[in-house]
């Protein structure tokens, strides 16, 4: 056994799962107020790393100004989604609902690379990134460190938005029952958009995190998909199982890699292991940890 | 124009269930299918070695189709690993035919055998799960597949793929295109019968009570969990032809060419075409092999005048079929058959179309 490989693995698991958690956060969140899966997720988060580098790089913008500016764009690009893509199926079967996000997600990728090209880009040092600084005998990036303070930084501003705030509470309601909510005088076409809007934003902020810690490229929607079991894992429509099952997954990536590089020498586990952990949760426990459980009443 | 429901000839009445179980619901149905089965025939030696290619590969995609509308426009289950059972179907007769010398009219279908077998075991979580989990569920399978083509080596040689022969019938050997035209819409030929024959049966009608409402059809007597897996079981078995079709028509089966995008293909091939008919699904299948191809002649011809679409092109063709999925969802989300339904309805009922 070597300790501290297993430590440093376990340290890297939790602080890529932050990130999952944060994606499976706005994922989540798309989900429970809108009842659509988001396929697209993964291609959101690629593409406000891209406008926030190609702001960096090409236009020659300092980064806090082109932070603000991609969450700008990335706000009018959820809205423009919702509203001209998905509010014609409302209503529609499932199967639409899922193809719809499926398309858009096949769209955005090759045109990003057409865009973007195919190559991985980093972004200029802003933050000194890549230095290393050792924490309690680990040797952690700066940059990791940063993500995870970020990622603590959204989940509490999600919490608090949710809680104490007046939009919030109408995301709530909206989530719980529509036609109540309606009634009440919640603009429901206003709380999808909205939610979109937040969901496109912050996978915007994870993925210029995820840009800065590793570099851009078109491959970082497979954040996309890995969210999917950090999601199942934790419920569908549990915000909180999000961030518990994307800390899950991201450990047990970690895990899978260790176990792979010490004992089975098979390689590639750890892209693999989420896939054989989300049939397993399905089959024994659809629901998830913290899901609401779907009670059918004939 | 209101909803038309599929307007019969006059003094077309049926009076019996035998009738209104038929395998061609008109007369001119039946005798279309047959003319354009002999034309196909007739002008396979004369279209060209290109179109020849896309005929094949319309049959083999259409097939692949077929399966993949059973399990998701009959039984209302949603797929996302269809085209990794398509590469398990292409390596399984790939192995078959080349580690055991199996001769491959036997290896075809034993590998669409093979695939059904696989297809049950992935499709055992639809036994509890339905739409969304489903889903995911499937894309988790689609995953697992591919990673164990990658690396299964004894089964698909690994990353150097494998090499599948051109069949043969007892020493005839399908060498050319023409051929192999034959066979896959022999094949074809086969699919349209059969999934039109199970669908009037009682397992087909069962498949359909699952989907409207499964509640009831659960009340009425309907083996759920059977019919659910069952579902999964017919898809893979189409699926595997398909692909096995597909591996000795390329005589090579790469790791690398079944990914999620072919699955993503395969539900726009059925979407486009019209859940829940066999027919859509041939042009469904159509659609989505041509719509690359006139998009990237499209492409040239507009980098005459914009000459930065050149580099465009291979993303463009990709673009195209997400677009086409976005735009048939929201402007024609019953596909290119209700399009077709809607266009003989207004010739026949010509005055009052409007």
Known sequence: MKWDLLFQLLVNGLIVGMLYGVVAMCFVLIYKSTQVVNFAQGEFLVLGAWVCLALVTNMQLPFFLAFIFTLVFMAAFGIIVQTVILRPLIGEPIISVIMVTIGLSIFMQSLMNWIFGNDAKRFPDVFGTSDIVSIGGLNVEVAYLLSLVLSIIIMGVFFWFFRFTRHGLAMRATAFDQQIAQSLGISVKQTFAMAWAISAVVSGVAGIVIGIVNSVSNSLAFVGIKVFPAVILGGLDSIVGAVVGGIIIGVLENMAEYVDGQWLKIGNLYTIAPFYVLIIILMIKPYGLFGTKDIERI | M???????????????????????????????AIFIV?????????????WLTQLILIG????????????????????????????????????????????TLV????????TTAVGMIFGIPAARIKGLYLAIATLASQFI??????????????????LADRPDIFGYVLDTDLKYFYL?????????????????SRDGRALVAVRDH??????????????????????????????????????????????????????????????????????GAAFILLLPQAMESITSVMALVFPAMESGKAYVKQMSIGAAIILFLIFEPEGLVHRWQQIRASWKLFPFSR
């Open chain 2, 107 to 114: 290896s075809m279908p034993a590998a669409a055998l093979m």
């Open chain 2, 214 to 283: 499964y509640l009831s059809a659960e009340v009425m007597g309907v083996n759920l969990t059977k019919y659910r897996v069952l579902s999964f079981g017919i898809s893979s078995f189409f699926a595997g032809l398909a692909g096995a079709l597909f591996g000795h028509y390329l005589e090579y089966v790469s790791v690398e060419g079944f990914t999620i995008l072919l699955s993503i293909q395969f539900l726009a091939m059925i979407i486009i075409g019209g859940l829940g008919s066999v027919y859509g699904s041939i042009l």
């Open chain 2, 184 to 200: 896959v819409l022999f094949w074809v030929v086969v699919s349209v019968f059969g999934v039109t024959n199970l669908l009037r």
């Open chain 2, 60 to 103: 083999i995609y259409a097939i692949g189709a077929i399966g993949l509308n059973i399990l998701v426009g009959t039984t209302g289950q949603i797929s996302l690993g269809h085209g990794a059972f398509f590469g398990f179907g292409a390596f399984a007769s790939a192995w078959l035919a080349t580690s055991f010398n199996v001769p």
């Open chain 2, 145 to 162: 597949l591919q990673d164990f083509f990658a690396r299964a080596d004894w089964f698909s040689g690994g990353v150097y793929g494998a």
């Open chain 2, 2 to 32: 209101g909803h038309v429901p599929n307007p019969r000839p006059a003094g077309d009445f049926r009076t019996s269930y035998i009738d209104d179980n038929r395998l061609f619901k008109t007369h001119f149905e039946a005798r279309a």
């Open chain 2, 38 to 50: 002999l034309a196909l025939i007739v002008a396979a030696p004369f279209v060209g070695t290109y």
